[in-house]
């Protein structure tokens, strides 16, 4: 509901300042809580055991080898592995600013809706 909201709400912009609206429930998430709440609403415990990060980018050097030998690209490599790990934040506060935009639910509240969804879909 929150994304139909606002792509109606930049469909009428007549002249954005920006191309991109990035569109968040107001709450910034690092990468471990994204994985904390969709582990909850899957109904899974929380994660017990973690791989140093040494020992990702030791894998992600294999694969950087890998790939020079095959020549072709792998999903383990260096790159994928400073994506996966870096500290990313997305903001909101521009269509907040630029479209009077703020969601009315929250990540939490509705994943447990979008993988009830996607499993129905994957059936």
Same mark, same amino acid.
């Given at each position: 509901?929150?994304?139909?909201?606002?792509?109606?709400?930049?469909?009428?912009?007549?002249?954005?300042?920006?191309?991109?609206?990035?569109?968040?429930?107001?709450?910034?998430?690092?990468?471990?809580?994204?994985?904390?709440?969709?582990?909850?609403?899957?109904?899974?415990?929380?994660?017990?055991?973690?791989?140093?990060?040494?020992?990702?980018?030791?894998?992600?050097?294999?694969?950087?080898? =890998? %790939?020079?030998?095959?020549?072709?690209? &792998? *999903?383990?490599?260096? #790159?994928?592995?400073? !994506?996966?790990?870096?500290?990313?934040?997305?903001?909101?506060?521009?269509?907040?600013?630029?479209?009077?935009?703020? =969601? %009315?639910?929250?990540?939490?509240?509705? &994943? *447990?809706?979008?993988? #009830?969804?996607?499993? !129905?879909?994957?059936?």
């Amino acid at each position: 509901e929150d994304l139909c909201r606002v792509a109606l709400l930049a469909a009428k912009v007549e002249k954005p300042r920006s191309a991109i609206f990035i569109v968040t429930d107001g709450v910034c998430y690092s990468t471990s809580q994204i994985v904390r709440l969709i582990r909850t609403a899957l109904g899974k415990k929380e994660a017990t055991y973690y791989l140093p990060l040494s020992v990702w980018y030791g894998l992600a050097k294999i694969g950087d080898f =890998a %790939q020079n030998i095959i020549k072709k690209r &792998l *999903p383990i490599n260096t #790159q994928a592995v400073h !994506k996966l790990f870096s500290n990313a934040a997305y903001s909101s506060q521009f269509i907040k600013n630029e479209l009077q935009f703020e =969601a %009315q639910f929250s990540l939490r509240d509705m &994943l *447990p809706f979008m993988i #009830q969804d996607q499993k !129905k879909k994957d059936k």
